[in-house]
């Protein structure tokens, strides 16, 4: 039996993650956060002065990536590093990470690996166009790029970070300009992804949105 997968994708801070937790939440399903591999990924490799000019080492150090996933937390290394990997600073690094094929291959089977019964709520870039081509609903989530930026002010002042808006608007548009353009994987819409703005609706609205579209389909 295939797994269910609904993939959800769409550039930084449009709102996927609270989304496809929510989503996954309400169906009883997994969840896979991909965009945190490339941050673990990304942290990995600042951490060991790995040049992010050099795609080869970048490449060995998603390789020997071994992350664990207990209880909602993220474990590398036998550190707790749920909150280091969330540093704006680390998701810049990500992005830059990303635009290596190879690092992209060694993540590849660890995100296949989340599909699992009873079926798999998963966000990220790529997720409709490559990840999990055979999802039988994508959707293209995205959101202004000002309630983007406020929203993830929201979020890192919530966890008692400073946050500043014009720098965290300049950082956004330069990661979703990486992301759009680098020639693996960019990020774009599957041709069969539904688009959903959520710059105008609130967060149950969005879930409820998203359930409708799944019991449609089934
Ligand atoms: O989603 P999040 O902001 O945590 O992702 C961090 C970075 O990881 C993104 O800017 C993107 O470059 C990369 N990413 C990706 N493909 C995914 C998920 C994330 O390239 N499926």
Redesign the pocket.
Same mark, same amino acid.
């Given at each position: 039996m295939t797994v269910p997968v609904i993939a959800i994708d769409g550039p930084?801070a449009s709102g996927k %993650?609270t989304i496809a937790q929510r989503t996954a939440d309400a169906l009883g399903w997994h969840y896979l956060d +991909? %965009? =945190?591999l490339? @941050?673990l990924a990304a942290l990995a490799a600042l951490r060991a002065k790995v040049s992010f000019d050099d795609p080869a080492a970048l490449t060995a150090a998603a390789q020997s990536l071994a992350p664990q996933f207990k209880d909602g937390r993220i474990w590398l290394d036998g550190e707790d590093v749920s909150e280091a990997i969330r540093a704006e600073t680390v %998701?810049v690094a990500? +992005?830059k990470c =990303?635009a290596v094929p190879g690092v992209r291959q060694a993540l590849f089977d660890l995100q296949r690996r989340a599909a699992a019964a009873p079926g798999l709520v998963a966000d %990220? @870039? $790529?997720?409709g166009t490559v990840v999990f081509p055979e999802a039988k609903l994508k959707i293209f989530m995205t959101a202004s790029a000002r309630v983007r930026a406020e929203r993830r002010v929201k979020q890192l002042e919530a966890r008692g970070e400073k946050a500043d808006l014009a720098a965290l608007t300049r950082d956004l548009e330069e @990661?979703d300009r990486? $992301?759009r353009e680098r020639a693996v =994987?960019p990020l774009k819409p599957a041709a069969d992804a539904r688009l959903l703005d959520t710059s105008e609706m609130g967060i149950d609205e969005v879930v409820k949105k998203v359930l409708g579209w799944w019991s449609e389909l089934n």
């Open positions: 930084a %993650g +991909s %965009g =945190a490339y @941050r %998701g990500a +992005s =990303a %990220g @870039r $790529d997720m @990661r990486r $992301d =994987a």
